[in-house]
């Protein structure tokens, strides 16, 4: 489903090669300024259409309503104006989908009317990722979506992405979610692959839970 | 502040140190303290005019300023859309170019001392500026939010999730901030005769009647410093308070007289065109466009150049030495006193109409650059301090973030410098086009050339030379686009 072969970006990414199936679900560690946001971006570029894309800043529009932000993912499922008055005065098919979404994401249909910019961290986290689950793709990339929750809530809200989706991948900050959830590990580091490895051999081989703690050196 | 920023201000600091030489910087010996001291005197005793005509006046300045306004937002906001478009960006750039004296003088030619040469006068230049500014403004939004839409989503849609709300509040504290330039643009167009606050002041100060001068000054600046009462309300929405007013202002406009459709006939199709054209003497065109090519407009060109380069340095020198005064980041609630007199301050320097500051400078250091270097760096200083004080106050900063200098030099100086850059540079094309009101009061910048072609009834001369100006600005424009896509 996604390819590169021998990938270079500048000096972020360096002579990258990976594939990736439908079906699997896959989470990149690393540490910050590694490379893992900019191979995401270049695994979204390679098919945007088919993704639901969820990127680290959210990409929210602070003045619109939770629930504006959330139906934008669906943007394209409907003509300019019926995209207008939904604007103006929220319809009431979408209301409901959005309603019943954001009540799995754990927000409250108050959260939804109030601008964005009034919103908590998690909040509008939980908002981006809406939006991402709105767009009802197959696949799901997502950069750090769930850093500013809980580890419950983020468990939660890692379990919906993993429900709705039948590939995931996921850049995360957290070991233990990454093993914990994914079947697929992939280090990087400085602009390289350092690992990519099934979560058996992590976690048994000691060599490469070797690896893994370099990765934060 | 990154490395190009800090090229592009020293590269225009070093051109403006290589201008100085060149430019026409004599102080005159001058014995203005007589006069000064009438105008001391004045001000410390004003004098208002008869109620009638200064409420008259005043009605007239606001209906003006709010039905061109309100008109040239919609146009403009329809223009920035499609801004990518080339011919939109230069008619946009070329309405602009001119400015409202000016398009108030051409339009006088046609309808008159009438309200619709005053509402023209402002709306047409404005809706240029408009389209400008607010794509502008929509093109320094995140792009993130997009990214996450369907790469299907029409436009149309994008538009109005992604682009324009984020875009929004910064739009609309940008039409209030054009108001207040409507409402000295209105006044101004006084000056060449409507019937708004500016015509009052102009025979007041052509009198030397410095007490009535002084009286009008102070009511415009009422008038300015209350908008936010009187425009805007906490218990009236503006969506049903600015209806209203523009109802009302439609009301209170002063009676047009009659205009025949055969006078713009023949503005257009005679007026306008030197008379060797009209004969068909290509050779004696050709000598005329020459004449007035090298011998008045590029000498003029030259002299516009200089000092708006000078008045262009000295102004970004003075905002960053000014806005920090305002700013509730430097001074918070303790400082309200400096702060307030900070913003007075600010608020006289931007409504104060360059005329008047060029008029006192003038009086002070004799006919030469220096009084229209000062006078337009004072002002724009005023303007920008103010635009980027609010900037300033609208960043989020750490709790534990420096105080006093240490915060100016390492954070909030930084933080705001693109944006301090962009309106420097954006107002460079406006300081070129202000310099021509300066030409009304006898500095040989190209609306020098202009005001006299108009009153020498040289219709023909004064076209060709709006013609060069506009060219010019749009030439500044794109330059000033160049630079700041560096």
Not at chain 1, 161 to 170: G, Q, Y
Not at chain 2, 364 to 375: D, K, M, N
Not at chain 2, 400 to 414: A, E, F, I, K
Request: charged residues 15%; aromatic residues 12%; glycine residues 6%.
């Amino acid at each position: 489903m996604f390819k590169l072969d021998h990938y270079n970006l500048d000096t972020r990414l360096l002579d990258i090669s990976l594939s990736i199936n439908a079906g699997e679900k896959v989470a990149l560690l690393g540490p910050s300024g590694g490379g893992k946001t900019s191979l995401l971006n270049a695994l979204h570029q390679q098919c945007a259409d088919q993704v639901a894309w969820c990127p680290q800043e959210h990409g929210l529009v602070e003045p619109l309503s939770g629930y504006h932000n959330i139906y934008m993912g669906q943007l394209d499922q409907h003509n300019a104006l019926y995209n207008l008055v939904n604007l103006i005065k929220p319809l009431a098919k979408p209301k409901q989908q959005i309603t019943e979404l954001s009540a799995e994401l754990g927000l409250i249909s108050e959260q939804l009317s109030k601008s964005v910019a009034q919103l908590s961290g998690g909040q509008r986290q939980r908002i981006g990722i809406g939006r991402a689950l709105y767009r009802q793709q197959e696949t799901f990339i997502g950069d750090e979506p769930v850093s500013s929750l809980d580890p419950v809530q983020a468990q939660q809200i890692l379990e919906l992405i993993f429900k709705r989706h039948r590939t995931v991948i996921l850049a995360l900050h957290n070991r233990k979610q990454a093993l914990e959830n994914f079947d697929r590990i992939i280090g990087i580091k400085a602009g390289k692959i350092v690992f990519d490895s099934p979560k058996k051999e992590l976690i048994k081989n000691k060599y490469q839970a070797g690896l893994l703690d370099s990765l934060y050196d | 502040m990154t490395s190009s920023s800090k090229n592009i201000s020293l590269a225009f600091f070093i051109v403006a140190l290589v201008c100085i030489p060149f430019a026409d910087l004599v102080v005159y010996q001058v014995e203005p303290w007589d006069e000064l001291a009438r105008m001391g005197q004045g001000l410390i005793q004003p004098s208002f005019p008869e109620l009638s005509i200064l409420a008259d006046s005043l009605i007239n300045t606001v209906a003006f300023a709010l039905l061109a306004v309100s008109g040239a937002a919609v146009l403009g906001l329809g223009l920035a859309l499609i801004f990518k478009s080339r011919i939109v960006r230069i008619f946009s750039a070329s309405v602009r170019a001119v400015h409202e004296l000016f398009w108030g003088l051409i339009f006088m030619q046609v309808y008159g001392l009438s309200a619709t040469t005053g509402i023209l006068a402002i709306l047409i230049p404005f809706t240029g500026i408009f389209a400008k500014m607010f794509a502008e403004i929509i093109e320094q939004q995140s792009r993130v939010p997009n990214t996450t839409l369907a790469p299907q989503s029409d436009h149309v849609s994008r538009y109005i999730y992604t682009w324009l709300p984020q875009a929004w509040p910064q739009m609309v504290s940008y039409t209030r901030y054009r108001f207040e330039c409507a409402l000295r643009s209105s006044t101004i167009l006084g000056f060449i005769g409507l019937p708004t606050l500016g015509f009052y002041l102009e025979t007041a100060f052509k009198q030397g009647q410095y007490d009535e001068a002084a009286g009008l000054l102070f009511s415009f600046f009422i008038l300015i410093a209350t908008i936010r009462w009187w425009l805007h309300s906490k218990y009236i929405p503006s969506t049903l308070l600015v209806p209203l007013y523009l109802t009302l202002a439609l009301f209170a406009l002063p009676e047009s007289p009659q205009v025949y459709g055969s006078s713009l006939v023949q503005f257009l199709s005679h007026d306008i065109w030197p008379k060797a054209l009209l004969n068909g003497d290509i050779f004696a065109v050709f000598a005329w466009y020459q004449h007035q090519l090298l011998d008045v407009a590029i000498p003029a060109l030259w002299d516009t150049l200089l000092l708006s380069q000078l008045a262009m340095v000295l102004t970004g020198l003075l905002v960053l030495l000014f806005y920090p005064w305002a700013s509730k980041v430097f001074f918070p609630k303790r400082f309200s006193l400096m702060r307030g007199f900070g913003r007075s301050a600010l608020l006289i320097l931007r409504s104060v109409p360059e005329m008047i500051f060029a008029f006192v400078f003038l009086l002070i250091f004799g006919p030469s650059g220096i009084p229209a270097v000062l006078a337009l760096a004072l002002h724009n200083a005023g303007l920008i301090s103010y635009l980027l004080m609010r900037h300033s106050e609208q960043l989020n900063y750490r709790t534990d973030s420096g105080r006093g200098l240490n915060h100016y030099v390492y954070d909030v100086t930084p933080r705001v410098y693109p944006h301090f850059l962009s309106l420097l540079l954006y107002r460079w094309e406006v300081i070129i086009r202000e310099s021509a009101i300066l030409g009304i009061l006898g500095i040989t910048t190209l609306g020098f050339y202009i005001d006299s072609a108009f009153e020498d009834i040289r219709y023909d001369r004064a076209l060709f030379l709006i013609v060069i100006s506009a060219l010019l600005n749009i030439a500044v424009d794109s330059f000033s686009r160049k630079i700041r896509a560096l």
